[in-house]
């Protein structure tokens, strides 16, 4: 397949990830409401997994397809952008990004010691089902974490009760096969891109998707630094 | 061997910009994307 066929399918499909996964972040957002799931749980799990959605899904699709370098290019690579382009974009955009000591205690360390783990492991060979249940459990302990932060907020602002309607059910599963379908397209894409120009896969995993992935939030902080909502950029950075 | 280092680096970087003063200024961020493009670069070349 040309070269330029390949581009214009993962330009369309990385468009195509994004919005399926905002469409069905939106949706699932507004079942579980309905549903009564508590709205700590939904805004925190949202808030910190819900923006990394097309990141995960594209890793996900790369790995399950044989092709893993790829997976972990996107995931390394989405972290140092998130770190040093975007947060970086946003400070030369503003005033300055700004922060308290709580915020860096919490998201800094845990997201410090997730890299550590992560490397400690590579270092003693293959990433294994162990390293992703240490992770998951680190993960789970950062969530606890933040729903107990946020439960204080929540009790003070009582978000009104919707109900689920067969509309918003068909959307979040067409959100949910869009983010799958257009993330295989992605993957595909992308290990075609690598072929052709003879470059590896971990290369474009950790440039072209890893940034391609991280454009919404890209937008959002720069959006955010243009109206000087400075703390947002830092806050849309999932850790 | 670079991608992780990079990543403990820039890490520890904005938590100590950050721990300083609270604050991220320009001159701090333009560090970041400095050193972002140096990595970029250094490791598409060390891979080719």
Known sequence: ?239 | MLDAPVLIGVTLAVMYFMWTDMELRRVEGAALITVYVLYAVIRITLTR
């Open chain 1, 1 to 239: 397949m040309s070269i330029i066929i390949l581009l214009l399918l993962f330009a369309v499909s990385l468009i195509g990830v994004i919005k399926s996964a905002d469409i069905f972040v939106d949706r699932i957002v507004d079942i579980g409401r309905a549903l009564g799931i508590s709205q700590i749980i939904l805004g925190v799990t949202v808030a910190a997994a819900g923006t990394s959605l097309p990141e995960f899904g594209s890793a996900v699709i790369s790995v399950l397809t044989g092709n893993p370098d790829l997976g972990v290019g996107v995931v390394i690579g989405s972290n140092i952008w998130n770190i040093a382009g975007i947060i970086g974009i946003s400070a030369i955009l503003s005033c300055a990004v700004t922060t308290n000591r709580d915020e860096i205690r919490r998201d800094g360390l845990f997201g410090l010691l997730s890299i550590l783990i992560l490397t400690l492991f590579m270092f003693m060979g293959p990433v294994g089902p162990l390293t992703g249940l240490v992770l998951i459990a680190l993960y789970g302990v950062y969530l606890w974490i933040l729903i107990k932060k946020q439960r204080g907020y929540y009790s003070s602002h009582l978000m009104d009760h919707g109900e689920v309607d067969v509309k918003t059910v068909i959307y979040a599963i067409t959100g949910f096969l869009g983010l799958v379908v257009f993330c295989r397209i992605l993957v595909y894409s992308a290990v075609g891109i690598a072929e052709v120009m003879n470059v590896p896969e971990m290369i474009i995993g950790l440039f072209a998707l890893a940034i391609g992935t991280s454009l919404a939030e890209l937008v959002v902080a720069v959006n955010s630094a243009m109206k000087h909502m400075c703390s947002l950029s830092l806050g849309d950075r999932p850790w």
